[in-house]
């Protein structure tokens, strides 16, 4: 099963991040009282941060040597300002409208180039492997960014277990489309569904992450539950949420960005102060958490992870494969 | 129409420009002012307000939709008044005009001092190179003579270069909601609501103008 709690008695360490810690703990009471202050009040919940559901506890241990050492955003931050278009365009919106959206049972698709394909439920995609806890920068092609304490299981080790064939070049990731339980993807904003892709190579890579749970628990709705992709050299929209599909393919696979604006966001997407998006500067983001009067920091090439994954690049005009 | 009933006309239309501005346009100021006192509320957290996860952002994004806001407000207020028949909504233009510049300008300084932080480097390559950001620029640029050429005594000293000059926030609208459009990553349903109004409320005057022309 997904959620593993420790036997009662057993030596199983709790994690710093399964424990709230007092600030969060207090911060939530003053949100709950400003949310209430607010309701008396008539104002829009885009205000007064709503309190978030919590998930299941994941039982992990913390990768450390692929993990930041700096300090996570804080969880209500994390889970009340989405990206996620299926559940509507503005950043509450996920946490306002995936409510009915259920992430269990969930099957994954595997397909194309690999000897072993069909239908697994989750459940034993993630058998096989332990759960691990990584602190990950998010760099959002919008120029802001968050560090987040996923949990999850390396993508490359799971790829590794349906055998790609030679001619598996890319692998094609596909989010569920349920238009009943994601109000967003009744409008065509984006082609839906979501489709993303990596080259093979990068999909490989140590730091391709899979992530099923943040801050020790099961992912909520609104960050793609139950299982997403996590890409941390580049942009956050290449980190599919709610995959349903996975497939090894010979050519490279479309995505859904590069589909609704080819000339903004490419293939590769991975984050570049020096290449700005033709509509706003990369240079610079917006660390989220900082408050209205924070100085926005600079952006670091690969989002940091350049000596990590530089060499996948090498010889690339990252100009041209943008 | 004889004398009697002329200088009752005449009266009962001095009465309610006198209403007007004795209490509507008072209670008007206050409301229309509602979206900044919120955003006070919400920067220093009073009464449980704020400002959501990204401050800066809620901040450039409220000020900028109530700048286009008003300035399509403001747009329509000639023709509300005469589809209405409602002369005294004039009474209320020059002020709702100034709180677009009000807005628009709250919505450029917060972009310099909040945003970009008085980062000058970032600030000049983006008017120069953003397009979004130029015609943002351009479009506060060309609100600064309105604002300042909106006092009684200006308008007289103008006359009828006045009227022309303020003709500027028909372009200056349509380059607000250009600015608007360009920004947004894929769902323009809400900047082509806006241009969906500002070009009805610019269709009429040039329908009306044509007529105009054509029987005098």
Redesign the interface.
Known sequence: MLIKRPAPGSSAEIQPSEITSESVYLNRRTLL??????GV?G?GS????PAAAEGADLKFTRNDALSLNERPNEY??IT??NNF?EFG?D??APAQNSGHFRPTPWTVTIDGEAEVKGKFALEDILKPHALEERVYRLRCV?A?SMVIPWVGIPLGAVLKRFKPTSKAKYVAFTTVLRPAEMPGQR?P??EWPYVEGLRIDEAMHPLAFLAVGLYGKTLPNQNGAPLRLVTPWKYGFKGIKSIVEIRFTEREPPTAWNI??PHEYGFYANVNPNV?HP???Q??E?R??G???S??VPTQMFNGYEKEVASLYRGMDLRKYY | MNDATLANRQAAIANRSHLVRRYLKPVLFVVCLLPFVRLLLGAFGIAGFGLGTNEVETVQDVTGNWGLRFLVITLAITPLRDWFDAPWLIQLRRMLGLYAFFYVLLHFLTWLFLDQGLYWAGIGEDIAKRPFITIGFLALLLLIPLAVTSTNGMMRRLGKRWKSLHRLVYGITLLGVWHFWWQVKADIREPALYLAITVVLLGWRAWKARRRFASP
């Open positions: 009282q400003a949310a209430l202050a607010a009040v104002i885009a205000w007064t941060k209500l931050d009340t300002y278009y365009i950043k509450s919008e802001w409008y904003v984006l609704s604006a700005d509509r706003w500067s240079a610079r917006r989220i958490g408050g209205l009067f100085a926005k």
